[in-house]
């Protein structure tokens, strides 16, 4: 089955700064990549995805790239800011036995931490 | 919209005694359910699918149950809990197909 690293597990950075997780997935037949934010004591919220026919996508000052190739995908936070404090999930999907339906693989979540 | 609501937000259970945790999805028919739990400083773990009423998968051999007794419904149960199953304890769901899903707000189990 898939498998998704995440690195690192904890970041802090200054306010202004920018922020970069990466993911790596295992199962090549994974086509889309979601990328979540957990508050504290929340469920994770969807910010941002990309599916494999795209190499980057951008929403404002969030950004991530996807290396199919290679097997990796990263997010990119930039001028960040201390409500970006958060835990964040990177997910790559794979199929569920049944036709049309899938299953979101998550990496074990990295705590950014933005320094006022 | 569609929005799923997750019950109740927090538990204190003792060893050994039964669990019931409830999910419902209003807004959209026929969708996917996930059990998701989250250990703490773990990701998330898959524990059950659901792509129709009557049908679930287990994708790890637990202490858990589930059940699906209507279409937007979905139901986290054990019949003895242990101290292991104390957790984060997230519902979700998608429209099938490649694409999001969307998460309740959790439950955080504490088995005493």
């Known amino acids: 089955g898939e498998n998704v690293e995440q690195h690192p597990s904890t970041l802090s950075v200054q306010e202004g700064d920018s922020a970069v997780i990466k993911c790596t997935y295992s199962?090549?037949?994974?086509?889309?990549f979601p990328w979540y934010k957990q508050e504290l004591g929340k469920g994770p919220q969807l910010i941002i995805d990309?599916?494999?026919?795209?190499g980057e996508k951008k929403d404002q000052r969030i950004a991530v790239t996807l290396n199919k190739t290679a097997k990796h995908f990263s997010l990119h936070i930039t001028e960040t800011q201390p409500e970006d404090s958060a835990v964040y999930f990177c997910?790559?999907?794979?199929?569920?036995?049944?036709?049309?339906?899938?299953?979101?693989?998550f990496g074990k979540g990295t705590k950014l931490s933005v320094i006022p | 919209s569609q929005t799923i609501h997750q019950w109740p937000a927090t538990l204190v259970q003792p060893v050994g005694s039964p669990l019931s945790l409830e999910c419902t999805v209003e807004?959209?028919?026929?969708?996917?359910l996930y059990w998701y739990r989250q250990a703490a400083g773990r990701g998330l773990q898959l524990l059950f699918y659901?792509?129709?009423?009557?049908?679930i998968s287990s994708e790890v051999p637990q202490n858990l149950s589930a059940s699906r007794p209507q279409d937007r419904q979905f139901i986290l149960s054990s019949k003895k809990l242990l101290l292991s199953d104390s957790g984060f304890y997230l519902c979700?769901?998608?429209?099938?197909?490649?694409?999001?899903?969307?998460f309740g707000q959790g439950t955080r189990l504490t088995v005493v």
């Open positions: 979700a769901w998608s429209v099938g197909g490649d694409t999001e899903a969307f």
């Open positions: 199962d090549s037949a994974s086509n889309y």
């Open positions: 990309i599916r494999s026919n795209v």
């Open positions: 997910a790559a999907s794979s199929p569920l036995p049944w036709a049309g339906s899938y299953q979101l693989t």
């Open positions: 807004g959209t028919s026929n969708p996917n």
């Open positions: 659901s792509v129709g009423i009557g049908q």
